[in-house]
């Protein structure tokens, strides 16, 4: 079994940063890709930034300049860095796995930017 535990969403300002964390566990024995995904009210779940198992980077357009993906590998643990965060950025942040055939979802972390 594998489990996706994500942490570090919260409230936060317009213009402030967050720093979200993916850890995997379980048996998993190659990961291709890990992943951020949203999903606000009302919203189809849509991808925020991707990064491959050779360290390409892949963003959204809303967030590219702002939000920094990064991994290590020793660990199984996907980061992201939002920056300059939006109110337009609120919605809840899900960890997404691809380790070939399977694919693996965290549980999601609310991410709020308002004043």
């Known amino acids: 079994q594998v489990q996706l535990v994500e942490s570090g969403g919260g409230l936060v300002q317009p213009g402030g940063s967050l720093r979200l964390s993916c850890a995997a566990s379980?048996?998993?024995?190659?990961?291709?890709?890990m992943a951020w995904y949203r999903q606000a009210p009302g919203n189809q779940r849509d991808m925020v930034a991707v990064i491959t198992h050779d360290g390409s980077t892949n963003y959204a357009g809303s967030v590219k300049g702002r939000f920094t993906i990064s991994r290590d590998n020793a660990k199984n643990t996907v980061y992201l860095q939002m920056n300059s965060l939006k109110p337009e950025d609120t919605a809840v942040y899900y960890c997404?796995?691809?380790?070939?055939?399977?694919?693996?979802w965290g549980q999601g972390t609310q991410v709020t930017v308002s004043s």
């Open positions: 997404n796995v691809q380790s070939p055939p399977s694919a693996y």
């Open positions: 379980g048996s998993i024995f190659s990961i291709y890709s």
